[in-house]
């Protein structure tokens, strides 16, 4: 069984994965490389001035690789509560368990939906840091924000929900702050 499971290999969903897996937490991404990122030129996303969407999800994708995270290229089409995380299945058949599911599936809110949360104009329904009503499920990014969206918005709510998760597994606020030697 995963830490944690991730649908959805955008801006959200990486993001979460990066610190997660640099805390040592056990990750595995899913999603196929299509986020609408690709189409995208980025000149708004604070400390890189200019980069395609393709760099940065390459970029991205390495980084939280180099981390430990895994990254499976599949669809996920089905996802259900257990009493001690979560299963998905993916279109092929796969099932996968995890302790937490985060959703970061962009503007598909298939899932969310099918595992009962409340979906109102704005998106999905969660807290400030991912929080759903069901104990364990985090939504994050354009699915929770239909409108407006930007890269840096769903990477500031995935880190978030990150931190969330990590601070509730060791019972106690996580900051991940590193130090100039
Ligand atoms: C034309 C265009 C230009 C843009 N330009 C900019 C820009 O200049 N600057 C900027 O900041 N933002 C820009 N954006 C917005 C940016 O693309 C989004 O803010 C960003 O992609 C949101 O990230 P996310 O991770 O929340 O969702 P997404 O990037 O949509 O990631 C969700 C991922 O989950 C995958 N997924 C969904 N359901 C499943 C499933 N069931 N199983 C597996 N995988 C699944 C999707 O395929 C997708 O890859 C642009 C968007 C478009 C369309």
Redesign the pocket.
């Known amino acids: 069984m995963a830490d944690v499971l991730i649908?959805?290999?955008?801006?959200?969903?990486l993001s979460a994965a990066l610190f997660l897996a640099k805390n040592d937490m056990s990750v595995t991404v899913?999603?196929?490389?299509?986020?609408?990122?690709h189409?995208?030129?980025?000149?708004?996303?604070l400390g890189i001035p200019e980069m395609t969407?393709t760099d940065f999800q390459n970029t991205s994708r390495e980084q939280v690789k180099k981390l430990g995270a895994e990254i499976l290229d599949?669809?996920?089409?089905g996802a259900e509560k257990t009493e001690s995380g979560f299963v998905i299945t993916g279109a092929a058949g796969s099932r996968y368990e995890g302790k937490y599911l985060i959703l970061?599936?962009?503007?598909?809110t298939?899932?969310a939906e099918g595992l009962g949360l409340e979906k109102k104009n704005k998106g999905i329904v969660a807290d400030e840091d991912g929080k759903t009503a069901v104990y364990g499920l985090y939504a994050?990014?354009?699915?929770t924000r239909l409108i407006r969206?930007?890269?840096?918005?769903?990477a500031g709510q995935g880190a978030s929900t990150a931190l969330e998760i990590l601070s509730v597994e060791a019972g106690e606020d996580v900051h991940d702050f590193d130090f100039v030697d």
Do not use: C, H, R
Not at 74 to 77: A, G, L, N, V
């Open positions: 649908v959805g290999d955008g801006p959200a969903g899913f999603g196929q490389n299509t986020t609408p990122m189409k995208a030129m980025l000149y708004n996303y969407g599949e669809e996920i089409t970061a599936s962009g503007t598909n298939k899932l994050v990014g354009w699915n969206t930007q890269a840096i918005i769903s």
